[in-house]
């Protein structure tokens, strides 16, 4: 019998969502399943994470598929954002907050970070990520499982972080994570 | 945290506590989402252009099927509520899931979601509102693949929410209002009608007339009814498929293209129904603005001759497919050869050199009946994007498009956008579907993208030209654009509301048609 959880499930699984296909079907971490975009070059520093890092999973949306069923109380992403706006989404439909989300600017001279969440786990990053420069998506996959231990929706504490960065690549990547209630 | 305090509907604090325990009375307890419930926050446009607060509704309600949608219409007549029917909640772009109205209680169908029937041997299915074309798909994959589905760029939408909002496909069922056969609704008095007349009839999904009035198109779009379940007429997998994509090199192609393309819609060698894409809109699915170009301000041409030159793309781009055995494509390809020698910078491309065109990719899945979200790439354009659409259509003929794309980019531009807009090719006729792509979190340019919007809706009413898909915010404006012969069409949409639903139940103010019981809101 379909709970009030699975409320809406069946309009959301099943498909595609952009370019999710690195989507990772399952992480060494069972609090938390990640899903990292195959098109971003730093999706290898996630791969710590996952059990099967280089599987694709095919038809994109089936990652959604995946969450709802699994009893992960948190997903964690990066990736461009249509992802996150789809994967956010549908997983508000499962009772899913977005209880961590960061923009990351890069190319030029410039790196560019700007972080919301909940104090604690976020100051941390911050004070990490500002002496990460290139390192940045390894410090991010470390800082994985205390983004996701948070239940705090209110994402009152927020970052802007800019340093100097070398990269003839220029390119926008959102990171997010969404909490089950 | 708690979520913000809901509009309460216009009724007394006594009151709404008996109509909320009426609403459980009919659905059970667990489907009635009210109060601070953070549940009511999914009932919201993601794309919204104005304050969440304006439309955030009072309570939602989901039935599981007809008998309980039955009780909580006879809740909402008994406690003067009003309802906002929802199907899947995907129309982005046009509103998404939100009501009108803040107070609204939303009639949320996502729960009825049976595929009741899928006949292979006379190709149709039926299906409730909440089956989405990727549950659709999913069951004809399970099948064995020999019955597509014709999906909008937006599958986790669904048929039945897409044929009432006057939506489109891509396959040659792609026009989703021709390939319904067949209807169930319920009135707001809780009457159940099925349009052909007889519910068991044999063809009740094969021919779409019963006797008598035709009242399908009644539902279309309107307020007037609650559709629970359509025949949706299925595309059998043809014994080829080939899809191809058009580029031309300069702007004034585009009305030689259309010229050169109106006897092939014709006589009907046109096959699917093409999609003709300005040179932002193809991009976008592979490359990103800020990658093209810093700063604000509309693409220099410098950076769309190196767009077209890096992508191999076209000022305007034509997505179309041909369909059936290898001879009858190799014919069609002829055919377009042909036509296309009268468009001087035409070239034609397969699918053989566009292995990592995203926009080819996607167009290719969607007009090959295979549901594709890639689409929602796009919105990448400009960081965390969103989209407000602007429908307009007008007649086969080159100079009409020209015209029309003239006028949709100076909007644009003089708005701060890019001009993202793509021609959706019928016989007759071609719809201008612009995009206003914004980014989606700044507040400025939501009120820009609004006001481009308006200024769309403005220009293309002064030209003429219909508008078969509004926003919720410009619903009203829309419908006032067609008051020809003193309002004749919306006062007698207002007298048919009057009798089918005089205490104004369902879904106040849907495309501009209010009940009595708002005579303020009538123009």
Request: charged residues 20%; glycine residues 10%.
């Amino acid at each position: 019998m379909i709970d009030r959880r699975d409320f809406i499930k069946g309009a959301l699984l099943a498909g595609a969502a952009p370019r999710l296909a690195c989507a990772l079907p399952t992480t060494r971490n069972a609090a938390v399943q990640v899903v990292v975009d195959a098109d971003c070059l730093a999706a290898r520093h996630f791969q710590a994470l996952c059990t099967q890092p280089t599987q694709p999973l095919g038809a994109p949306l089936r990652w959604l598929e995946q969450l709802a069923r699994a009893s992960s109380p948190a997903a964690f992403g990066l990736g461009r954002d249509s992802g996150f706006f789809v994967v956010s989404q549908a997983c508000a439909a499962y009772g899913y907050r977005l209880v961590y989300h960061g923009e990351h600017d890069f190319g030029g001279e410039r790196l560019r970070h700007h972080l919301r969440g909940a104090h604690g786990p976020l100051d941390d990053l911050a004070a990490d990520l500002g002496r990460a420069g290139a390192q940045w998506p390894s410090i991010l996959a470390r800082a994985v499982p205390r983004l996701a231990m948070t239940d705090d929706i209110a994402m009152a504490a927020s970052h802007h972080i800019e340093a100097a960065h070398d990269d003839a690549r220029r390119g926008h990547l959102v990171s997010w994570c969404l909490r089950r209630a | 945290m708690k979520a913000a305090a809901p509009a309460a509907p216009a009724i007394d604090a006594a009151s709404a506590k008996r109509a909320l325990a009426a609403l459980r009375a009919a659905v059970g307890k667990d489907w009635v989402f009210a109060g601070d419930d953070a549940a009511l926050d999914t009932y919201r446009d993601a794309y919204a252009i104005a304050p969440p607060a304006d439309t955030r509704p009072w309570a939602a309600v989901a039935p599981a099927n007809l008998k309980q949608l039955r009780k909580v219409l006879e809740a909402a007549r008994r406690h003067k509520l009003t309802l906002w029917p929802l199907s899947t909640g995907r129309n982005l772009g046009y509103g998404g899931a939100a009501p009108r109205q803040a107070g609204a209680v939303m009639l949320d169908l996502k729960r009825m979601k049976r595929i009741i029937e899928v006949n292979e041997t006379l190709a149709y299915a039926v299906v409730e509102p909440g089956v989405s074309y990727l549950d659709l798909a999913a069951r004809l994959a399970k099948l064995g693949g020999r019955l597509w589905v014709d999906s909008t760029a937006s599958p986790w939408g669904g048929p039945l929410g897409n044929f009432l909002e006057r939506g489109v496909g891509y396959t040659p069922y792609g026009q989703h209002a021709e390939t319904q056969c067949g209807l169930e609704a319920v009135l707001a008095d809780g009457t159940v009608i099925d349009t052909t007349a007889n519910g068991h009839a044999k063809t009740a999904h094969l021919y779409r007339y019963g006797h008598g009035a035709w009242l399908d198109g009644l539902f279309n779009q309107s307020n007037f009814g609650i559709v629970t379940r359509i025949g949706v007429q299925l595309m059998p997998a043809p014994a080829g498929y080939r899809p191809y994509l058009v580029t031309l090199a300069a702007e004034d192609d585009l009305g030689a293209l259309v010229e050169a393309l109106r006897p092939l819609g014709l006589d009907g060698r046109l096959a699917g129904r093409p999609t003709l894409m300005s040179l932002a809109r193809a991009a976008a699915y592979g490359v990103t603005r800020a990658e093209c170009q810093p700063g604000t301000g509309p693409l220099l041409t410098d950076t769309e001759t190196r767009l077209m030159s890096e992508h191999a793309l076209g000022r305007w781009n034509l997505y179309g497919a041909l369909y059936g055995a290898e001879a009858l494509m190799d014919a069609g390809v002829g055919e377009l050869e042909n036509a296309l020698r009268a468009v001087p910078g035409a070239r034609l491309h397969f699918a053989a050199t566009r292995a990592g065109d995203a926009a080819f990719q996607c167009r290719a899945a969607l007009m090959g009946g295979t549901p594709s979200m890639d689409e929602y790439r796009t919105l990448d354009w400009v960081g965390a994007g969103a989209h407000l659409d602007f429908t307009a259509v007008l007649p086969f003929d080159g100079d009409a498009a020209r015209a029309a794309s003239r006028v949709a980019r100076e909007v644009c531009h003089a708005h701060g956008f890019d001009y993202c807009a793509e021609f959706q090719l019928e016989a007759r006729a071609l719809r201008l579907e612009v995009r206003v792509v914004f980014e989606r979190d700044v507040i400025a340019r939501q009120r820009a993208a609004h006001a481009a919007l308006a200024a769309l809706g403005a220009q293309f009413a002064s030209m003429g030209h219909g508008t078969p898909r509004a926003h919720l915010a410009f619903m009203d404006d829309t419908a006032a654009s067609y008051k020809w012969g003193d309002d004749a069409l919306m006062r007698s949409s207002e007298a048919v509301k009057d009798v089918l639903d005089g205490q104004g139940v369902l879904a106040p103010g849907k495309s501009g048609l209010w009940p009595g019981r708002y005579a303020h809101r009538r123009k």
